[in-house]
């Protein structure tokens, strides 16, 4: 009997903690719910929208994976100061959806904080894209809404009309006008065989770690490599970057459709923190220098407003 006492008052005490530690879901939270078209659960303050990538048949190294083994993005929301609430989230990407996902997101005035991959091996390949935001609760959900509708429904990017040279060219066609590019860029690069790389230090950067200067040697640089011909090329190259300039470089090189497909650190400790960008871009050299020279007018204009 007294075994049945004491089953019973654990029960009624999980059940009480249960209530207790249920929270009834703010009118504004599931309102987000509903504008997005999508489930969530609102726990310890925190609204959780749900982002989970069902639609995809995911292997790692040939081992089938189901969407709750890693790749389940998400959204999420809580209250801050002023009557405004901070967004965060980890968005789950094809490759091809990266590039319209990032654009909506920033012309929508969210920031997008890291692009990075969780897996070797993976097919098809999976990067996972960082968001973040302040707003009220109503605006955050239509600012972060078109970025979420590109998600499963971004169609695979037509093929190139017209494939990049081989090194050296076929007879008759022209080699990159690397005059041009260095008058664009306003660097002189190096010839590397077929390629063609400006390289551009942080100067107005003093890093030192045990006393050793850390300077574009050490790989604080910038750089964009090319390749190809003057009608026909692609560049690819990296950018180092302030925190306060990541989001302007972002969008500059978004603007003029080359793709980011990365965003992370490379040192560990720098006062202040580094981050580096990588991307790639096909079309005339002169645009894809020109995209890169833009994107290095960002640098240096800290504290100047986005």
């Known amino acids: 009997m007294g075994g049945m006492r ?5 029960a009624l005490l999980t059940g009480l903690a249960s209530v207790a530690g249920a929270q009834e879901m703010p009118a504004d939270y599931r ?9 969530g659960d609102y726990k310890a303050g925190v609204l959780k929208v749900n982002v989970p990538r069902n639609d995809l048949d995911v292997s790692i190294d040939g081992i089938e994976t189901p969407a709750a083994f890693g790749f389940g993005g998400w959204v999420a929301l809580a209250r801050g100061d002023g009557g405004m609430d901070v967004m965060m989230g980890d968005l789950v990407l094809l490759q091809e959806e990266v ?3 990032m654009s909506a997101l920033l012309d929508n005035g969210l920031d997008v904080t890291a692009l990075h991959n969780h897996f070797f091996w993976d097919e098809p390949r999976v990067f ?3 968001v973040h935001g302040h707003g009220t609760t109503a605006d955050l959900a239509r600012r972060v809404k078109p970025a979420l509708a590109l998600i499963g429904r971004t169609p695979a990017p037509a093929a190139a009309a017209a494939p990049i040279p081989p090194p050296g060219g076929p007879t008759g066609v022209a080699a990159l006008d690397t005059a041009r590019i260095a008058a664009i860029v306003g660097r002189a690069g190096e010839p590397n065989g ?8 942080r100067d107005d950067l003093h890093i030192s770690e045990l006393g050793a200067p850390i300077g574009a040697r050490m790989g604080l640089n910038s750089w964009a490599a090319f390749i190809g011909t003057a009608e026909n090329a692609a560049v690819a190259g990296d950018i180092a970057m302030l925190g306060v ?16 497909v990365a965003l992370h650190n490379h040192m560990i400790g720098t006062e202040p923190p580094i981050y580096f960008l990588h991307y790639w871009g096909e079309g005339r ?22």
Request: charged share 20%; hydrophobic share 45%.
């Open 6 to 10: 004491t089953i019973r008052c654990v």
């Open 31 to 39: 309102q987000v719910l509903d504008t997005l078209s999508r489930q």
């Open 99 to 101: 590039g319209p996902v």
């Open 128 to 130: 996972f894209l960082h």
């Open 194 to 201: 077929a390629v063609y790389k400006v390289t551009v230090g």
């Open 245 to 260: 300039e990541v989001e302007p470089v972002l969008r500059t090189l978004r603007q003029a459709g080359i793709e980011v």
């Open 285 to 306: 050299a002169d645009l894809l220098a020109g995209a890169f020279r833009d994107a290095l007018a960002q640098l240096g204009r800290a504290g100047t407003p986005r």
